[in-house]
């Protein structure tokens, strides 16, 4: 398989009012393209920190960041920016959708800042990927006009139209009912199939179990790796419950 992401001996730590605190201790990851990952572990074990470090949300304080074979590690904002809007696709718990702003518009949005590419092309790509999330009959609704179930599938289109590297989920399905949960986890299955490589924060063990490799952390540390048997079935998208 071939490395997308190598962690080498990964920290972080925040410091506030004088009070140092460990984040992240000695993280050591490799993750390949084509695999879907679920990172687990207990409120405060440090997984959204991990998440947003590889999204390159923020930097590390000590250790090496592949993406690529290119070092990430000590990057400028402005340049951890650039490569989020072209190689990183983010899904997050409370949707982010701007609320005055069409589902179609809200999807285009991490195109604009790709100023190289042509208005006819960001177009076409919207399009794409609101057909693949089968939410193309909805493109002109307004978030408010969505169901929950909705509202994450723009959001899911939003982090595929940029053909981003990797998508980055973090507690997905959190604000959603166990049918519109399931409807987004069927995406995912999809999206994993057709190639995505997705890397996904829960605290739920059956969405964890959807993926083909299981990471556990505790206390700032990776402490279980393993890969899960892959599955016999596949889901098509017509097979997706739309919520």
Do not use: W
């Not at 460990?22 to 695999?35: Q, T």
């Not at 995406?187 to 994993?192: A, G």
């Amino acid at each position: 398989m071939t490395p997308l992401i190598t962690l080498k001996n990964i920290s972080k730590t925040f410091f506030t009012e004088e009070i140092e605190t460990r984040a992240l201790n000695d993280i050591n990851l490799v993750i390949n393209k084509g695999e879907y990952i679920a990172l687990s572990g207990q409120s405060g074990c440090g997984k959204s920190t991990l998440l947003s470090l590889l999204g390159l949300l923020d930097a590390p304080s000590g250790g090496q960041y592949l993406l690529a074979d290119n070092d990430v590690s000590s990057l400028t904002r402005d340049q951890r920016a650039t490569i989020r809007s072209e190689q990183i696709g983010f899904v997050f718990q409370s949707f982010n959708l701007i609320s005055d702003l069409t589902v179609f518009e809200n999807v285009m949005l991490p195109l604009t800042y790709q100023t190289h590419k042509s208005k006819q092309f960001m177009e076409e790509k919207v399009n794409e990927v609101l057909t693949k999330v089968e939410m193309s009959h909805r493109k002109n609704h307004f978030p408010s006009q969505l169901s929950g179930g909705q509202q994450q599938r723009v959001a899911v289109a939003r982090a595929l139209v940029n053909d981003p590297s990797i998508i980055l989920a973090d507690e997905p399905t959190g604000n959603l009912d166990s049918k519109n949960a399931e409807a987004v986890l069927q995406l995912f299955d999809v999206l994993h199939q057709d190639g995505a490589t997705i890397c996904m924060v829960t605290h739920d063990h059956a969405s964890a179990n959807r993926a083909n490799r299981c990471l556990e952390m505790f206390d700032g540390q990776l402490i279980k790796d393993h890969f899960t048997k892959p599955k016999s079935a596949t889901v098509s998208p017509d097979e997706i419950a739309v919520g």
